[in-house]
């Protein structure tokens, strides 16, 4: 084996060691590095200043705490990969929009502009999300098979989970609490929320704003689907253009761990062998827990902070997560960094009274004022809508079979498992809106 490919095969299993958190392994494969005498990568740096700064903690007791705080911020941004202020920092540079996979996207989608606000969406990339659909069915039928070797009331525990998620139907909030409520979230809402936020990031993309590396904050997490959007539409774009070497750090907030433990689960499955490099930080805590939050997020640190449908019915719980999303967006975004809201059209209007729009103007003017709530200024919005009128459709059910791409391999599964005698369909009724501090 020659040293290029030997000093290769270290710094592999080094990246490794440190993303599966072996530390034991990482010191003997960074001292190996450092013996063969080949220049270490700016990871590996980072890595050996924070051994220094173990040593030097041990040797510090008088200033511990301030050194236990010095290390979670660098372990955070050596789990993301990112460079220490002290070190040269990798060169940031944005995705430049490509003309034919932006019209392969448009034309796969049939999106078409309704008004300068609305965009109709009744497509999809076949190629991408039946792969994902048909995988995403697997891993559901084998957690459910597992569960249903090793317990005798999984249909008592899917009942709980679809009674609480139903309550979406009927504009409440649900607790997402039960044990099956990732499975049953994975079967119901998991490939329209990420048809949307894939959407959304095409729409970054598009306007030129997808930074190569980029820190990403997804605030009530769940399952990733913030991450998921993002992979499937880097997926999409492989046979337009070559990819320069992509970083993607996301961070999840989300307080129901088992949310984060099978999405992970499917992204270790599906997305990791497509070769999409992500690194995950998983934070599991409630968002009103905000002393932990000042606490644990790094300050100017994401470059996108998003917040996908978490946007509560309940007006008390409403006010006091705006007041909790600001002060986030003030310590933790950087200056030059955005925050992406995903918000259904429903929640939207409600908050402020308002039961349909039909005026952009008079959107736009409910679009501001919840950006304003936010603290925020709003650089652009869209209205996706599946029909493509801002009235309600008449008879929504026959329009999604005729018009909208049928959830093939979920459906057989929602079928069985809610007992409603119809097919999913992707659809989408989403405002996309995209800000700044």
């Known amino acids: 084996m020659s040293n290029p490919l030997a000093n290769w095969w270290r710094s592999h299993k080094f990246n490794e060691a440190v993303k599966s958190q072996n530390n034991r392994l990482a010191k003997q494969l960074l001292k190996q590095i450092q013996n063969s005498g080949a220049k270490l990568s700016w990871q590996q740096k980072l890595y050996k200043e924070r051994l220094q700064l173990e040593k030097l903690l041990q040797k510090t007791n008088d200033r ?49 502009d309704c008004d300068e606000s609305m965009i109709q969406c009744t497509g999809i990339d076949e190629k991408v999300f039946n792969n994902f659909e048909q995988h995403l069915a697997g891993f559901i ?132 062998p497509q070769a999409i490099n992500a690194y995950f930080r998983f934070d599991t805590s409630s968002i009103f827990d905000s002393a932990h939050q000042s606490k644990r997020l790094p300050t100017k640190f994401f470059d996108f902070i998003v917040i996908s449908h978490c946007f509560f019915y309940d007006d008390e719980r409403r006010e006091k997560s705006h007041q909790i999303y600001k002060d986030i967006f003030i310590n933790t975004l950087t200056d030059s960094g955005y925050v992406l809201l995903i918000i259904q059209e429903k929640k939207l209007l409600k908050a402020y009274n308002v039961r349909l729009v039909n005026d952009c103007k008079q959107e736009l003017s409910v679009v501001k004022q919840f950006v304003e709530e936010l603290g925020l200024n709003l650089v652009w919005y869209k209205y996706l809508r599946s029909t493509g009128s801002r009235t309600s459709h008449p008879n929504f059910g026959n329009f999604a079979r005729e018009n909208l791409p049928l959830q093939k391999f979920i459906s057989p599964l929602f079928r069985q498992h809610f007992k409603l005698p119809y097919d999913l369909t992707y659809a989408v009724d989403d405002y996309v809106i995209l800000a700044k501090k």
């Open 141 to 272: 039928k084998n957690e459910l098979n597992k569960l249903n070797r090793e317990k005798n009331n999984v249909d008592d525990l899917l009942k709980q989970a679809i009674d609480d998620i139903q309550k979406l139907k009927e504009g409440q909030d649900p607790q997402y609490s039960f044990e099956l409520s990732p499975h049953i979230y994975l079967m119901r809402y998991f490939l329209d929320n990420v048809y949307c936020t894939y959407l959304a990031w095409f729409l970054i993309y598009k306007a030129g704003l997808l930074p190569t590396t980029v820190n990403i904050l997804d605030i009530a997490a769940g399952p990733g689907t913030v991450a998921y959007g993002l992979g499937l539409l880097l997926q999409s774009s492989s046979d337009f253009f070559s990819m320069p070497p992509m970083h993607i750090s996301y961070y999840s907030l989300e307080q129901q761990k088992a949310f984060q433990y099978r999405g992970l689960q499917f992204w270790r499955q599906y997305m990791e």
């Open 64 to 112: 511990i705490k301030e050194g236990d705080r010095h290390l979670e911020e660098l372990e955070l941004q050596l789990s993301f990969g990112q460079l220490d202020d002290s070190l040269a920092r990798i060169d940031e540079l944005t995705l430049f929009p490509d003309t034919k996979f932006i019209e392969y996207i448009s034309n796969s989608f049939k999106l078409i």
